[in-house]
């Protein structure tokens, strides 16, 4: 089974419509990322979480929100949904080091790809 | 927002051949870099990460990182077409203690056999 799972893989919707991604780890993880991808604009950070009290915006935010309802389930939310949030989305983990100034290697789920018509 | 440059490609070797794949970034206080490889329609995968000046490698794969110049690089020898793919490079921002990568748009390789 796979360590980091998303669902649904792939989705179409309208614009205005809420719609949730759910991404789902089991790999004993501690921090948990969302990114959005585009042609031409590479991965984009739109929240990310360090633990279940701290979650915090990344780079595109606005139009998403997020809840981390456990360590291992970390949910993104378009509350109304527009053609430009189409994009292939993905989930990605880590985990932290003590005295860990240098990073640690994120882990990706397998994507959703996000249509809005 | 920091930066992090890649040529788009497609960068074409023919098997066999050495690859050759360059990423800058603008953070000079960036400490640690990672390769990723991405197949298309697929997640990307984590391929090496380097956190000081010289080279590392593993397998057939080099990373290289000159913090003075603000470019890290990634050699592939002994091309297979199996590597044609796209290559991400991304960036730790700064020493904040925790990870928070940008990425670069990815270079596209291709293999021909």
């Known amino acids: 089974d796979a360590d980091v799972t998303q669902t649904p893989r792939n989705r179409i919707t309208k614009t205005g419509k809420r719609i949730m991604l759910e991404c789902s780890q089991t790999k004993g993880h501690d921090r948990m990322y969302w990114y959005r991808q585009d042609p031409g604009l590479g991965l984009r950070l739109i929240y990310y979480?360090?633990?279940?009290?701290?979650?915090n915006k990344g780079e595109i935010s606005d139009g998403y929100s997020v809840s981390r309802q456990a360590q291992a389930k970390f949910s993104l939310s378009l509350e109304s949904a527009i053609p430009n949030q189409t994009a292939l989305y993905f989930c990605?983990?880590?985990?932290?080091?003590?005295?860990?100034?240098?990073?640690?290697?994120?882990?990706f789920g397998p994507g959703t790809r996000l249509l809005v018509l | 927002q920091k930066e992090v440059e890649q040529n788009s490609g497609p960068l074409s070797v023919p098997e066999g051949a050495i690859a050759s794949l360059n990423c800058t970034y603008s953070?000079?206080?960036?400490?640690?870099f990672f390769w990723y490889r991405q197949y298309s329609g697929k997640s990307p995968e984590l391929i090496m990460f380097?956190?000081?000046?010289g080279d590392k490698e593993d397998g057939r794969f080099t990373a290289q990182l000159n913090q003075a110049s603000q470019y890290v690089s990634l050699l592939i020898r002994d091309s297979q077409p199996s590597d044609s793919a796209t290559y991400l490079c991304a960036v730790n921002e700064e020493n904040t203690g925790f990870q928070k990568l940008v990425f670069g748009t990815g270079t596209r390789l291709l293999v021909s056999p």
């Open positions: 953070d000079r206080g960036s400490q640690s």
């Open positions: 990605a983990t880590s985990v932290s080091r003590t005295g860990g100034r240098f990073g640690e290697t994120q882990y």
């Open positions: 979480s360090f633990d279940v009290k701290d979650i």
């Open positions: 380097i956190y000081s000046n």
